[in-house]
């Protein structure tokens, strides 16, 4: 073998571009790609940041597919030590992934990360959403990913991870380069009849609305308990920033880490204790029966019992964890997944191409 040809090999297992000009081969984009997924590289996901997967590039496609896939289980591996390390603050990213995508509506706005440039409104104040995004911004620096697909794939792994079902959730959002309109969100007093029109805006069907609201199976709210009367005093913005970061968190469940059903159980419990005769006034005259732990949700959740549809769907769900599993699954992923946020104020930093 010639010198030359000789040194050629001796280069080629750290630099692996050079193997076709060894064999005489030229290296156009296709093959280079094509070579990288083989190779299994380490940080194919800067490889497919060029690759156009289209009908005709096979191995563009073939190389964006793997970089997807790498990305996907980076930003789930760090949401999973999240979970492991700080299984309280893992449902955040479920509500940050949420209040990310549900400002879709039609108008190219929704899963676009720009959750990150409203965190002074008043549905995504308090320290636990901050706290959220820092770790995303840790994602999308050590996976190469945009804002929106750390967040919406996060939201997803933290589900599985706290024991749910595995929600599939394509990456290729666009980042927003600012906030989403106003007053998109729902709010806590919300009744039946506006979660149905709420949540219709949103294209979801009873049963995929009702799934939805089961996220509230893990985490927990603010109240006003515990909030000192100087912050009560205060007004607007300055009120809801000081009791969300004062006031006493309550959990909407019993088993507020762990991802099941006991969310619709709950709500059936609470059906069942408002028919239960009135408890005596004195905590210490009631009887057995009637001294039973309190129940925290929040007037939304409990707007399921007062429609007759959406009550249905809660009592199959109750009884059924299988069927609330595949129910959000199903609706959690695409709900996420609004591919191309292209709307106003897009801007064009996604790392990955859509993989449809
Ligand atoms: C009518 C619909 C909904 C309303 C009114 C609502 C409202 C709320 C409120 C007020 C909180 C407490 C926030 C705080 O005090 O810090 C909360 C927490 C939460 N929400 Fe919702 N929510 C709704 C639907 C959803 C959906 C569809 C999801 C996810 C798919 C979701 C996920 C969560 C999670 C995981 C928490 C706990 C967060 C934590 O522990 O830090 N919510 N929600």
């Known amino acids: 073998?010639?010198?030359?040809?000789?040194?050629?090999?001796?280069?080629?297992?750290?630099?692996?571009?050079?193997?076709?000009?060894?064999?005489?081969?030229?290296?156009?984009?296709?093959?280079?790609?094509?070579?990288?997924?083989?190779?299994?590289?380490?940080?194919?996901?800067?490889?497919?940041?060029?690759?156009?997967?289209?009908?005709?590039?096979?191995?563009?496609?073939?190389?964006?597919?793997?970089?997807?896939?790498?990305?996907?289980?980076?930003?789930?591996?760090?949401?999973?030590?999240?979970?492991?390390?700080?299984?309280?603050?893992?449902?955040?990213?479920?509500?940050?992934?949420?209040h990310d995508a549900a400002t879709k509506r039609?108008?190219?706005?929704?899963?676009?990360?720009?959750?990150?440039?409203?965190?002074?409104?008043?549905?995504?104040?308090?320290?636990s959403l901050q706290r959220a995004l820092r770790a995303i911004e840790e994602m999308v620096n050590m996976c190469h990913v945009s804002w929106a697909d750390a967040i919406a794939v996060s939201g997803a792994a933290v589900v599985e991870a706290m024991g749910g079902p595995a929600v599939v959730v394509s990456l290729g959002r666009r980042d927003a380069a600012r906030p989403d309109g106003?007053?998109?969100?729902?709010?806590?007093?919300?009744?039946?009849?506006?979660l149905r029109d709420y949540f219709l805006q949103l294209g979801l069907d009873d049963e995929e609305l009702v799934a939805l609201m089961g996220a509230h199976t893990v985490g927990r709210w603010t109240s006003l308990l515990g909030v000192p009367d100087e912050c009560m005093a205060k007004e607007g913005l300055a009120w809801w920033r000081c009791t969300r970061e004062q006031g006493q968190r309550l959990p909407f469940t019993s088993h507020p880490t762990v991802f099941n059903n006991e969310y619709f159980k709950d709500v059936l419990e609470f059906e069942r204790r408002q028919q239960m005769p009135r408890p005596a006034k004195r905590f210490k005259d009631r009887v057995d029966s009637e001294k039973l732990p309190p129940l925290y949700l929040l007037p939304s959740d409990l707007g399921l019992l007062y429609d007759e549809g959406l009550h249905q769907v809660v009592k199959t769900f109750a009884t059924d964890q299988a069927a609330f599993f595949a129910a959000f699954a199903r609706v959690a992923g695409p709900n996420w997944a609004d591919r191309r946020s292209t709307g106003p104020g897009a801007s064009q930093s996604s790392k990955l191409e859509i993989l449809v």
């Not at 007053?183 to 007093?189: D, K, M, S, V």
């Open 106 to 127: 039609g108008d190219g706005q929704g899963p676009n990360g720009s959750i990150r440039f409203e965190l002074e409104r008043n549905e995504n104040l308090g320290p």
């Open 182 to 194: 106003e007053g998109r969100l729902p709010e806590g007093g919300l009744t039946a009849g506006a």
């Open 1 to 98: 073998m010639p010198p030359l040809r000789r040194c050629c090999w001796a280069v080629l297992l750290v630099a692996w571009p050079s193997l076709p000009w060894c064999l005489h081969v030229p290296l156009d984009s296709t093959r280079r790609r094509l070579l990288a997924s083989f190779l299994g590289l380490s940080t194919p996901v800067s490889v497919a940041a060029n690759a156009r997967p289209d009908a005709t590039d096979w191995a563009g496609a073939f190389a964006a597919k793997n970089a997807a896939n790498a990305a996907d289980g980076c930003i789930r591996s760090i949401a999973k030590k999240y979970v492991e390390m700080m299984p309280d603050s893992a449902p955040s990213f479920l509500r940050l992934a949420f």
